[in-house]
């Protein structure tokens, strides 16, 4: 396993729970020595996201971890109460850093978090939709870098790693997967204009893997935020589909036995956000896949995001 990775994850929390068990996933994973968070931030309208976010990271005992989210009212979310499932609640009844401060911009928090890392010891992780990405390509130099955000990723970010795309091309299931579809636009231009190491870990992967049943059953709803999420999300179901939480886990621990990786290639994205993956020794993409079965997956993740935070340390 590589040295400790430097993590900044952009999330739709909100529209799915997984979010939350990605956040679970990844704290742990500092726990256990092999992760730090430099930065999280929220990529829809919803300010509840950043609460929620922020709420998260107070339970695995993680209160100071800069947390942004995005300053417009249009974009990811608008006009969608789907959005605050689970968010509005936590945000109104769980603590967190926002209760008696603003929340930043989420740009600014990226931009500042990058100028202290090291170069190229990062690795953006991406479990929503890519416009605070395309945002932060196209930010202009500030008061915390001299460099543009094109520039500023290129020297500080090591790999880009999304939960995006469905790659099943000729397939009865081959469509325009979420993440990609909600902002088609800024998925293109991230993928047009990344020039580092791009993985998408594509919907395909996550979706036979369900985990959340033992937070929804045995998780304490009144400290637990993570299992608190699930419940309001999906209790009759008893569970949910892992996409951001196998993307977050491979994102840090790499393959590990669990996963699979393609040769390096192209990923492209067509006007309608259909994915496309095409071999290329000269391209620096790639897509992975399961390796193991999805119930052995599960059982590991299920571990993981069942562990308190006084076991974890």
């Known amino acids: 396993m590589d040295r400790l990775k430097n993590v900044i994850l ?14 679970a996933v990844l704290n742990k994973l500092c726990d256990f020595g092999e992760a730090k968070i430099l930065a999280i931030g929220n990529c829809t309208v919803h300010p509840e996201g950043a609460c929620c976010i922020d709420a998260v990271n107070w339970y695995y005992g993680r209160p100071g971890i800069p947390v942004g989210t995005l300053k417009s009212s249009e974009g990811p979310g608008k006009n969608d109460e789907g959005y605050l499932k689970y968010n509005r609640y936590i945000a109104e009844n769980f603590e967190h850093s926002f209760k008696h401060t603003l929340i930043p911009d989420v740009i600014a928090v990226y931009r500042e978090a990058l100028e202290k890392a090291e170069d ?3 690795v953006l992780i991406t ?11 196209q930010s202009e130099p500030d008061g915390y870098s001299a460099l543009t955000g094109l520039e500023l990723i290129e020297k500080k970010v090591k790999k880009l790693v999304c939960m995006a795309g469905n790659f099943r091309s000729g397939q009865p299931d081959f469509f325009s997967e979420f993440n990609i579809n909600v902002d088609i636009e800024s998925a293109r231009y991230v993928v047009a204009n990344y020039k580092g190491e791009l993985v998408f870990c594509p919907y395909e992967m996550g979706y036979p893997i369900i985990t959340g049943g033992r937070l929804i059953s045995m998780g304490d709803m ?3 935020p993570v299992a608190k999420a ?17 993307t977050v886990y491979y994102a840090v ?3 590990h036995g669990l996963f699979k990786e393609s040769k390096k290639g192209n990923i492209t994205i067509d006007e309608n956000g259909y994915t496309y993956f ?12 399961n390796k193991v079965s999805p119930v052995e997956i599960a059982q590991i993740i299920e571990d993981i995001i069942n562990l308190t935070p006084e ?3």
């Not at 952009?10 to 956040?23: E, H, K, N």
């Open 253 to 255: 621990r790499g393959t």
């Open 278 to 289: 095409r071999e290329d020794a000269s391209g620096k993409h790639m897509i992975t896949a």
């Open 120 to 122: 190229e010891s990062v």
């Open 222 to 224: 009144k400290k637990n």
């Open 127 to 137: 479990i929503g939709m890519l416009n605070n990405i395309k945002n932060l390509m």
């Open 311 to 313: 076991l974890a340390r």
């Open 230 to 246: 699930y419940q309001l999300y999906c209790a009759e179901t008893g569970g949910r589909n892992s996409w951001d939480l196998v």
């Open 10 to 23: 952009d999330t739709d929390i909100g529209p799915d729970c997984d979010d939350t068990g990605a956040l």
